[in-house]
């Protein structure tokens, strides 16, 4: 889960500024994060190294390794998409939690379907994107909604800042398969022989994305993030914390063509 955080951080950045260059490209580069991680893990704090890899034809993209998808409708101020998004990191291997959960069962990673929206108003060009997808790898059977506003703003030609804030719905499904803790689970000792049935959750997270154009094709991105999980994942034995924090930065280079 802090993975996949820190993966749609820049993919976000990423992709929210790249689509008011609709131009065809690959675009190549590196970003670092550091995140705090919601779960009781044996390391809670890291530094990761993210890869960033992108294509851009027409109306279809790919951020790698997480998403595809096309844009099916695109109008000067709405754009709506359909993705398939592999929600990379999302589960966690036993043995990184807390020696308490080391009996735990693993929690695999998801892959979803789902379709994004996008409307641009007003003279400074705010931003309104709603997403919703759910899924279909027989994983976790769970569904994500999200809602974001932002204001881009120009410092200049080549710096943009982008303020949003946002809120994000789990369901059941998908909070009780990583947050949880199953009957089963708890007949082997862990909780104290207590399992955990995760509610549904809405998450709050506000934040700031940046770009640096520092030439047509070389970009710096940059983001920070503050995350407050719902009262049914707070309450999980499985969770440290959550209040979860992102900083981070990247590079990319993009080849036109």
Not at 61 to 89: C, H, I, S
Not at 170 to 178: G, I, P, Q, V
Not at 227 to 255: C, E, H, M, Q, W
Request: net charge neutral.
């Amino acid at each position: 889960m802090k993975k996949l955080s820190v993966l749609l951080a820049l993919l976000v950045s990423t992709v929210s500024f790249a689509e008011k260059e609709r131009e065809n490209s690959i675009d190549l580069g590196l970003g670092v994060f550091y995140r705090n991680s919601v779960y009781k893990e044996k390391d809670n704090d890291e530094v990761l190294p993210l890869p960033v890899v992108g294509v851009r034809y027409k109306n279809f993209y790919y951020e790698a390794p997480v998403e595809l998808g096309y844009r099916f409708y695109d109008k000067e101020n709405l754009t709506f998409t359909a993705y398939g998004r592999y929600n990379l990191y999302t589960g966690y291997k036993p043995k990184d939690l807390e020696n308490e959960f080391k009996d735990m069962d693993k929690r695999k990673d998801d892959f979803h379907l789902g379709l994004r929206g996008k409307y641009n108003f007003g003279p400074l060009g705010t931003g309104i994107i709603a997403h919703v997808s759910g899924d279909v790898s027989d994983k976790s059977d769970g569904m994500l909604a999200r809602a974001e506003i932002n204001q881009p703003v120009a410092l200049g030609e080549r710096v943009t800042i982008m303020p949003y804030a946002a809120v994000e719905y789990m369901s059941e499904n998908y909070t009780d398969y990583y947050f949880g803790i199953k009957d089963s689970e708890a007949a082997r000792g862990i909780n104290n022989g207590k399992s955990y049935k995760v509610d549904d959750s809405v998450n709050f997270e506000t934040g700031v994305r940046g770009m640096i154009k520092i030439n047509k094709s070389f970009n710096v991105f940059l983001t920070a993030s503050y995350t407050r999980y719902g009262n049914s994942i707070a309450d999980s034995p499985l969770v440290k914390d959550r209040d979860i924090y992102t900083v981070g930065t990247g590079v990319s280079y993009s080849f036109h063509f």
